[in-house]
């Protein structure tokens, strides 16, 4: 079975410029989330997708934006990109939250790893 | 504001002893806990977890045992072992209705000495 795939894995971007990453979650999950991370500062939550409908969003400015497709695979776009977004992007997969059931880990794809100069 | 803390950025043990990481919250409606281990250059992968209704969890080497009243949760990996050495996360969850989001912490950089 195949992980969570995140292309591309490493991404230069001028300041002010703009970004989309992708994220192939695994097959037959339907919720996706995106995290930032930054040195110091852990996971930080983005937002989350579930049949194409964003339920959960974290606290960033709209320049942050996703969308999910009918196949389940998110994209991520950063407008006007700024130095302080320099991060590692964490996509994550998983079943989503059923009621009552209790493992709906989410499973982590490597990261894209965007540098704003 | 942090609702999930890792107060120690960095913890060394020994070989073969034990490794115990913390992690404190202060949202009494999360219901579920995490830990996720994390290599460089790699995303985080699934440890360990517990639903706030238990108050511990043991997987081999691994146990996690959550203190609901304290609003503390930690980690004790035994032995150690070198391949150990990583960056620990801890997660709660958070939602409602059949919605929700993970609020992580810094992590914990675990380096285990041989």
């Known amino acids: 079975k195949a992980g969570v795939t995140q292309t591309p894995r490493y991404l230069i971007k001028t300041r002010g410029q703009q970004v989309t990453l992708s994220c192939s979650p695994i097959s037959g999950h339907r919720s996706v989330s995106w995290y930032q991370q930054t040195p110091g500062q852990g996971l930080q939550f983005l937002f989350e997708?579930?049949?194409?409908?964003?339920?959960n969003k974290g606290n960033f400015p709209g320049r942050f934006s996703g969308r999910q497709f009918s196949n389940s695979r998110s994209e991520m776009n950063v407008s006007t990109l700024e130095l302080g977004d320099s991060a590692l992007y964490l996509c994550?997969?998983?079943?989503?939250?059923?009621?009552?059931?209790?493992?709906?880990?989410?499973?982590f794809g490597q990261g894209t790893r965007l540098t704003v100069v | 504001d942090q609702q999930v803390k890792q107060n120690s950025p960095s913890l060394s043990v020994q070989e073969g002893r034990i490794s115990i990481l913390n992690c404190d919250y202060t949202n009494s409606m999360f219901d579920y806990f995490l830990w996720y281990k994390k290599y460089p250059a790699e995303g985080p992968t699934f440890l360990i977890s517990i639903s706030s209704i238990k108050d511990k969890n043991e997987d081999g080497r691994f146990t996690v045992f959550l203190n609901k009243s304290a609003k503390h949760l930690s980690l004790h990996i035994v032995p150690s072992q070198p391949g150990d050495s990583a960056v620990y996360f801890c997660a709660a969850r958070e939602g409602t209705s059949g919605t929700y989001k993970y609020i992580f912490g810094t992590g914990t950089r675990l380096k285990v000495l041989a």
């Open positions: 994550a997969s998983s079943l989503g939250w059923v009621v009552g059931q209790e493992n709906t880990e989410a499973f």
């Open positions: 997708y579930f049949s194409e409908t964003q339920r």
